[in-house]
């Protein structure tokens, strides 16, 4: 069992940043890789970014390329997600995920933190 409590969310400007951190509970964190995703109202859970177990390698939405960064600290049982240059349309709940392999696919993913507001004013 893993549990995945997330924090960082709040009300930003667009072109500004924040960053979004998921603490995990238990001893085998390395053994999972890690992803965000992120849902709006009125529209379906989409996938924003993954890490793998070591954190070697990352995935990421066409969307957020070139603005989020994901990250883990296995030494921390942690995992965050810089957001820059955000937009109005970057604006959703944000939940942090596991799973024991890489995806994209949300319905894979087997743990799932309880999600964060982003809300990013124009």
């Known amino acids: 069992q893993v549990q995945l409590v997330e924090s960082g969310g709040g009300l930003v400007q667009a072109g500004g940043s924040l960053r979004l951190s998921c603490i995990a509970s238990g001893r085998t964190f390395d053994m999972y890789s890690m992803a965000w995703f992120r849902q709006a109202p009125g529209k379906d859970r989409e996938f924003v970014a993954a890490v793998s177990r070591s954190g070697r390698i990352t995935d990421y939405a066409d969307s957020v390329k070139g603005r989020f960064t994901i990250s883990r600290d296995n030494a921390k049982n942690t995992m965050s997600l810089q957001m820059n240059s955000l937009k109005p349309e970057d604006t959703a709940v944000y939940s942090c995920?596991?799973?024991?392999?890489?995806?994209?696919?949300?319905?894979?993913?087997?743990?799932w933190g309880q999600g964060t507001q982003v809300t990013v004013s124009s």
């Open positions: 995920a596991a799973r024991r392999s890489l995806s994209s696919l949300s319905s894979s993913y087997d743990y």
